[in-house]
T-cell receptor
Framework: GENVEQHPSTLSVQEGDSAVIKCTYS??????FPWYKQELGKRPQLIID?????GEKKDQRIAVTLNKTAKHFSLHITETQPEDSAVYFC????????????FGKGTRLSVIA | DSGVTQTPKHLITATGQRVTLRCSPR?????VYWYQQSLDQGLQFLIQ???????AKGNILERFSAQQFPDLHSELNLSSLELGDSALYFC?????????????FGPGTRLLVL
């Protein structure tokens, strides 16, 4: 089955700097890669996703890049703000009704003002 | 607010006991997923139901079971509870059966086994 590795497990950045979180996956058939953000004490929420037919996707200060050959994808947050502090989870799945999302173990991002 | 509701919010019980967690999906969503989140752990997928039928199973213990009812709400039953079962249990819902749709998470049920 799919295995998703996520690094780093914790990340501290100064406000205004960029943050990068990286994930690798094992199943070459995976073609959907979402990122979820979980603020302290709250539920995970989707912030951005990418499918394997594109290499990069941006949404304001957030971008995700995908390298299918290397089987890794990354989340980039620019101009970080204190409200970006949260745990971020990457995930991967293949296009099958019986194959659920497999999540990484999460990255705790702290943005220091 | 995602539209997914979970009850109860908190549950404290003793080892060996049995509890039932309840989840109501967003209106119109047919799939319900259950996840376990332990301290400093990621989201461990337990099980998925689609329109009343089990569709995918993760690392769900034999002591745990779930079902989805005709009104699409779902229940997760945890029995013979152990200390290690203490965790945050999330359910999520999505419109269809694909693993490639946005999943909308409920607020979670925090279970403490003493």
């Amino acid at each position: 089955g799919e295995n998703v590795e996520q690094h780093p497990s914790t990340l501290s950045v100064q406000e205004g700097d960029s943050a990068v979180i990286k994930c690798t996956y094992s199943d070459s058939a995976s073609n959907y890669f979402p990122w979820y953000k979980q603020e302290l004490g709250k539920r995970p929420q989707l912030i951005i996703d990418i499918r394997s037919n594109v290499g990069e996707k941006k949404d304001q200060r957030i971008a995700v890049t995908l390298n299918k050959t290397a089987k890794h994808f990354s989340l980039h947050i620019t101009e970080t703000q204190p409200e970006d502090s949260a745990v971020y989870f990457c995930a991967a799945s293949r296009n099958s009704g019986n194959t659920p999302l497999v999540f990484g173990k999460g990255t705790r991002l702290s943005v220091i003002a | 607010d995602s539209g997914v509701t979970q009850t109860p919010k908190h549950l404290i019980t003793a080892t060996g006991q049995r509890v039932t967690l309840r989840c109501s999906p967003r209106s119109g969503d047919l799939s319900v997923y259950w996840y376990q989140q332990s301290l400093d752990q990621g989201l461990q997928f337990l099980i998925q139901y689609y329109n009343g039928e089990e569709r995918a199973k993760g690392n769900i213990l034999e002591r745990f079971s779930a079902q989805q009812f005709p009104d699409l709400h779902s229940e997760l039953n945890l029995s013979s509870l152990e200390l290690g079962d203490s965790a945050l249990y999330f359910c999520a819902s999505s419109p269809q059966v694909s693993g490639q749709e946005t999943q909308y998470f409920g607020p979670g049920t925090r279970l403490l086994v003493l």
